[in-house]
């Protein structure tokens, strides 16, 4: 119930491609969604959140399509570039103690984005 | 730079060893969250800390313990170190008790030989 599934577990995608990475969840008590960035010997670093009242936000190149019937969750990455490379994480969190009052994370999507 | 701060950057130690883990969160931030990376295990969450007290566990082992210092820093102890406790730990903060948002420090990497 509290396990976050991510897919894929790695991504190559030419500069100026669009990188899309999925996620799952089962727990109907998450209430927000976070996507971070993790560069090679860095930690986590937010990056873009929604709440499952809205189907979609956008900020700059990047994009999360929330579908609350399905229970999944992407990210879009639009026009790739170089500088994106890095791994990301999605989560999902909820207050309340169903939902464990954590951040629980995917496992994880390693993206290289050629030049 | 989030702003929270780890140290050391690096530990190297042998099996059966202890060692002392330290993170220092932003200013302000009353909350602290350590967890554990490793490559097989993503990130899971260990423990979090709020203004001193403890307010929930995660899948931290018996061997591992943590506390939150007065001036709001914390200290994650590990001991009876195992090979399988390689990973890198990080710790984050927030603002409140149930926040969401959580800054990440640069973590801590852990070898044990």
């Known amino acids: 119930q509290q396990q976050v599934k991510q897919s894929p577990q790695s991504l190559i995608v030419q500069k100026g491609g669009i990188s899309i990475i999925n996620c799952a969840y089962e727990?109907?008590?998450?209430?927000?969604f976070p996507w971070y960035q993790q560069f090679p010997g860095k930690g986590p670093a937010l990056l873009i959140a929604i709440r499952p009242d809205v189907s979609e936000k956008k900020e700059g190149r990047f994009t999360i399509s929330f579908n609350k019937s399905a229970k999944q969750f992407s990210l879009h990455i639009m026009d790739s570039q170089p500088g994106d490379s890095a791994t990301y994480f999605c989560?999902?969190?909820?207050?309340?103690?169903?939902?464990?009052?954590?951040?629980?994370f995917g496992g994880g999507t390693r993206v290289l984005v050629k030049p | 730079d989030s702003g929270v701060t780890q140290t050391p950057k690096h530990l190297i130690t042998a099996t059966g060893q202890r060692v002392t883990l330290r993170c220092s969160p932003r200013?302000?931030?009353?909350?602290v969250y350590w967890y554990q990376q490793s490559l097989d295990q993503g990130l899971q969450f260990l423990i979090h800390?709020?203004?001193?007290?403890?307010?929930a566990k995660g899948n931290i082992l018996e061997r591992f313990s943590a506390q939150q210092f007065p001036d709001l820093h914390s200290e994650l102890n590990l001991s009876s170190l195992e090979l399988g406790d390689s990973a890198l730990y990080f710790c984050?903060?927030?603002?409140?008790?149930?926040?969401?948002?959580?800054?990440f420090g640069p973590g801590t990497r852990l070898l044990v030989l």
């Open positions: 727990n109907t008590a998450f209430d927000y």
């Open positions: 800390y709020y203004n001193g007290e403890e307010r």
């Open positions: 989560a999902a969190f909820g207050a309340i103690k169903a939902a464990g009052n954590k951040l629980t």
């Open positions: 200013s302000g931030d009353l909350s």
């Open positions: 984050a903060s927030s603002v409140e008790g149930t926040s969401k948002t959580q800054y």
